[in-house]
């Protein structure tokens, strides 16, 4: 009975998977309220701060040797780098997750995924905050650019499209490194 149930199910889900109107982004399992870095709910690794909130993120002198040991500069920035990648795949994931919605809905009123104006939008103000934020606007823009986010959330938006609603659908994405 349970068995003939899930088929269905899944019959039904399949034949829905035909009609782009009804294409909706499904978040993974691993999406949730509690997955954070820094939650008490998972097992981490210890940080060097509290990484659940940002403002706690210091600043890099933090790692300068008073006696000019190279050596533990480096071990030191290491440990850093490693506590804000946790902090910058929880929002890397969490961003992928509205560009699949965006693709999901582009994707079921028959709209191009791609939109080079958006996506020069998208990299400039990148470039802006990166630079808002103390590093430079070069960085940012080549961040949130064709050449990196942008890129690689097309290919998220087509993947989780043929995951989700019709495995033939392909979109050339161009990569454009300026
Ligand atoms: C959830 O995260 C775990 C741990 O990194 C990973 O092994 C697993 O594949 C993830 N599950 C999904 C559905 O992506
Ligand atoms: C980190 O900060 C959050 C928010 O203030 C707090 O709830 C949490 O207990 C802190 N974690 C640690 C390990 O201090
Ligand atoms: C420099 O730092 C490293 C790593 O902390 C340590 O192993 C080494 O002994 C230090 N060197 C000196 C000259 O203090
Ligand atoms: C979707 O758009 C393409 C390109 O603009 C067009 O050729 C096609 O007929 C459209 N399909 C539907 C179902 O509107």
């Given at each position: ?64 040797s008073?006696?000019?040991n190279?050596?533990a ?106």
């Open positions: 009975m349970a068995n003939t149930t899930a088929l269905l199910f899944f019959s039904l889900a399949a034949f829905a998977a035909c009609s782009p109107s009804t294409c909706t982004f499904i978040p993974s399992t691993n999406a949730t309220t509690t997955n954070y870095p820094g939650s008490s709910f998972i097992k981490t690794s210890a940080y060097p701060y509290n990484i659940s909130v940002l403002s706690e993120v210091p600043i890099a002198t933090i790692c300068t008073p006696t000019g190279r050596t500069e480096l071990a030191c920035a290491r440990i850093y780098i490693d506590a804000i990648d946790e902090q910058l795949a929880f929002l890397y994931a969490r961003r992928l997750g509205y560009a699949a919605v965006a693709g999901a809905s582009k994707f079921a009123t028959n709209t191009s995924l791609n939109d080079p104006s958006r996506n020069d939008v998208v990299a400039a103000g990148m470039a802006a905050k990166v630079l808002k934020y103390g590093a430079t606007e070069a960085a940012g823009a080549v961040m949130g650019g064709e050449g990196c986010m942008i890129y690689a959330a097309l290919k998220y938006e087509v993947e989780t499209i043929q995951e989700e609603c019709n495995n033939k659908f392909t979109v050339d994405v161009e990569r454009v490194c300026k």
